[in-house]
């Protein structure tokens, strides 16, 4: 099957690439692949050619932190790892950084930092690659106010199954000319195109942030001082945690949170002194436990808590929900899901970008769960979709949730997957994707 691709580039076989960071429960499993790492936008043509003629599967691995088993090679294929495209330079004039797909996070943030200017979205692995940060339009804690991957990029190099290298957008910030298949790519998780290179817009630089961590016996009295704090300020994050992921938070990361009493806690952060000061005052009228405004080193710490949530909840549960809820709905999106799990006997720990709705609710393993838990999971993202919500905010759909947004979007299902057909007649790219 893979006859001839030596002779295009270098094949290798790395076990390690049959996983993405998805929960063990609900990973797909991977099927036999060789991986191949171009340099650039002609050498992932010539592979992408060579495997169209032949109708060789291909899948595409960024930086393999993702949550929904998009990286996981699901059929006999070619795997194209990015991890040798890490050319970035950056363009001050334009502010803008033009980086090769495999960059990191990490290092498109450092280098935007040397030059005077920032990257503000943060999602929360600092080893996801540009590619496919682009390719789930991901999030983060900062999308609130700074918006998510789709705001920052303005211009998209990128391979089409069967070898065209396209170019799309440029440096500008606007563009209205006509329809915007750079947009089209973003969020496409590899379905359409292999982003070989991208513009992305940096900002100037976030100078000081100031921190608040607030405690609430309710959950009730957490929400509304979330919805009254916003009608004031947009703050950079406004994080919630339920009691269970604070006590994890404290187990895996060793810091303290500031108090074990309370059932909600929200963790805040703002540009400015005075709007952390205002939402300090704010956060007086909804009964707290008390209200903590945080040194530079307790900021650090807990970051890092928030940060390593997921590290000591990854084996515990089946999968992470990644629902988005309009913020007036939040509360009864909650309750009511909180009652679908009491039915189910399932235990949920919440933690998420309250700010912005995105919540990630993550069911513990039970006994027998594969028995029960398809069913649960049905009702919960029928229950988001009813609120006006969405069943992904940031991880997208993946090998995961293809059954749920087909039965949820139908119209919008077909057109996918007529265009889908248009950009990859053989479906050879990132198959069981999305569809
Ligand atoms: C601890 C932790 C915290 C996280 N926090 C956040 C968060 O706050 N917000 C958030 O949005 N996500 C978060 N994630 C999820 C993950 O980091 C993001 O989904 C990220 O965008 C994935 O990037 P990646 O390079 O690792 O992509 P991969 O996991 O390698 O791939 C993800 C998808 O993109 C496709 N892809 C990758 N590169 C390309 C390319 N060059 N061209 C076309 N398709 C491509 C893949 O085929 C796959 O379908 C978190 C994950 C972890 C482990």
């Known amino acids: 099957m893979f006859e001839g691709l030596e002779e ?26 060789v991986v191949v790492k171009p340099e650039n936008a002609l050498e ?3 592979i992408l050619k060579f495997a169209n003629e032949r109708r060789i599967p291909v899948f595409i691995r960024g930086g393999g932190t993702g949550l929904s088993g998009g990286a996981v090679p699901t059929r006999k294929g070619i795997l194209i790892s990015t991890e040798k495209m890490r050319g970035i330079e950056i ?4 502010k803008v950084a033009i980086c090769q797909c495999g960059v990191t996070l990490e290092e498109l943030s450092k280098t935007a930092e040397k030059h005077g200017l920032s990257f503000p979205p943060r999602p929360g692995a600092e080893n996801a690659t540009v590619g496919g940060m682009i390719a789930t339009n991901a999030g983060g804690v900062r999308a609130l106010k700074f918006g998510v991957m789709r705001n920052y990029v303005l211009g998209i190099e990128a391979v089409l199954p069967n070898g065209e290298i396209i170019k799309l957008g440029g440096k500008t910030l606007k563009n209205s000319s006509g329809y915007s298949l750079l947009h089209l790519i973003i969020g496409s998780e590899g379905t359409l195109a292999v982003i070989t290179k991208a513009i992305i817009r ?6 000081d942030i100031s921190m608040l961590a607030i405690p609430f016996i309710t959950t009730e009295d957490a929400l509304n001082f979330a919805i009254e704090a916003s009608l004031h300020t947009v703050p950079m994050a406004l994080e919630f945690m339920d009691k269970r992921a604070v006590e994890i938070g404290e187990k895996v990361s060793g810091k303290k949170w500031v108090s074990k009493e309370g059932e909600a806690h929200i963790m805040a952060i703002f540009e400015r002194k005075d709007e952390a000061e205002e939402v300090a005052e704010i956060a007086l009228k909804f009964n707290p436990i008390d209200v903590f405004i945080l040194s530079p080193k307790e900021q650090r710490d807990l970051l ?7 590290l000591g909840l990854k084996d515990k549960v089946i999968e992470i929900l990644d629902v988005c809820i309009p913020p007036g709905e939040i509360a009864e999106y909650l309750q009511k899901s909180e009652e679908l799990a009491k039915n189910y006997g399932i235990e949920l720990i919440t933690y998420g970008h309250l700010g912005d709705g995105n919540l990630h609710q993550h069911p513990l393993l039970y006994e027998d769960w594969e028995k029960s838990y398809k069913k649960f999971r049905k009702e919960l993202l029928k229950l988001a979709i009813e609120l006006g919500g969405v069943i992904s905010g940031e991880h997208g759909i993946g090998v995961l949730k293809r059954e749920e947004l087909r039965e949820s979007y139908p119209e919008q299902f077909r057109l996918m997957q007529e265009i889908k057909k248009i950009f990859d007649p053989n479906g050879i790219l990132n198959p069981d994707r999305i569809f």
């Open 44 to 46: 992932v043509s010539k």
């Open 304 to 310: 890092e808590f928030r940060g390593k949530l997921y």
């Open 8 to 33: 295009i580039c270098k094949v290798y076989r790395v076990d390690s690439y049959a996983f993405d960071e998805t929960p063990k429960a609900v990973a797909p499993k991977a099927e036999e692949f």
């Open 202 to 207: 940096l900002l100037p630089p976030i100078k």
């Open 91 to 94: 363009d001050v004039e334009n």
